[in-house]
C-alpha cells in the first residue's frame, strides 16, 4: 500500500496535466516576436510542457477572443520552432515545420493575430497548395498536405517561427480594418 502511495505521488509531481499553464501573448512591438527561432533538437520533457503550453494558451485564447486556430511559441516568448494547431479538420503539435510550395496559385485571406490582440485584420496572399514536413512530439517525421484555409493558417504560423508577421505581408498600405468593420463586412452569419 505504501509503494503504491509513494508511486501514485511521484506520478503526480510529474504529471503536467495537475495544473492548466496559460501563458501570457506577446503582442506587436514585443522584439521577441521579431526574432528566429531555433530548431528543436531533444524531443525531451521540456518540449511537452511546451506542447502543453501552447495547447492551453491556445484554448483559453479561443474562448476569450471567440477566434483562432493555432499559435506559435515565439508568440509565448518561446524562441523554438514549435507550433499548435487546432482546427476541426486537424489537430496537432508541429515540429521544426518546413514548407513546400506545391502550386504557385495565391489566394486572397483577411488575417488577425492573438498578437494583435484579434483587434484588427489586414488582408494578405497566401499559398493555396502547400507541403508540411515535420516532427511529431515522438520524434517521428511527418508530412501533410494543406489546401485553403489549412494552407494559410500554417504559413501564418511558420512565418512566426522566422519572426514575419501577417501585417508584413499586407497586400497595400490600406489592405486593413478594424475588428468591428471586418465583422460587418464579412463574419459568417
Ligand atoms: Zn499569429
Known amino acids: 500500500m505504501r509503494e503504491i502511495l509513494i508511486r ?5 509531481l510529474h504529471s ?3 495544473a492548466v499553464m496559460i501563458r501570457p501573448i506577446l503582442q506587436l512591438g514585443n522584439p521577441a516576436l521579431r526574432k528566429k527561432s ?5 524531443f525531451n520533457w521540456d518540449l511537452k510542457c511546451l ?3 501552447l495547447e492551453d494558451t491556445l484554448t483559453d485564447a479561443k474562448q476569450r477572443y471567440g477566434y483562432g486556430r493555432g499559435i506559435a511559441a515565439p508568440q509565448i516568448g518561446e524562441l523554438k520552432r514549435v507550433v499548435f494547431i487546432d482546427t476541426p479538420d486537424f489537430r496537432s503539435v508541429l515540429v521544426n515545420p518546413t514548407i513546400t510550395t506545391l502550386s504557385p496559385a495565391t489566394f486572397e485571406v483577411w488575417d488577425s493575430c492573438f498578437s494583435f490582440d484579434v483587434s484588427f485584420f489586414v488582408l494578405v496572399d497566401r499559398l493555396w497548395n502547400i507541403k508540411v514536413d515535420y516532427v511529431d ?3 517521428n517525421r511527418q508530412a501533410l498536405e494543406a489546401k485553403g484555409d489549412l494552407s494559410e493558417l ?3 504560423e511558420v512565418d512566426h517561427l522566422d519572426g514575419v508577421l501577417a501585417t508584413d505581408r499586407m497586400k497595400n498600405k490600406k489592405a486593413i480594418m478594424v475588428r468591428v468593420e471586418w465583422e460587418k463586412a464579412f463574419k459568417p452569419k
Open 8 to 12: 501514485h505521488s511521484a506520478l503526480r
Open 51 to 53: 506542447a502543453d503550453d
Open 16 to 18: 503536467r496535466n495537475a
Open 154 to 156: 500554417l504559413q501564418h
Open 38 to 42: 531555433v530548431p528543436v533538437q531533444e
Open 137 to 139: 512530439l515522438k520524434g
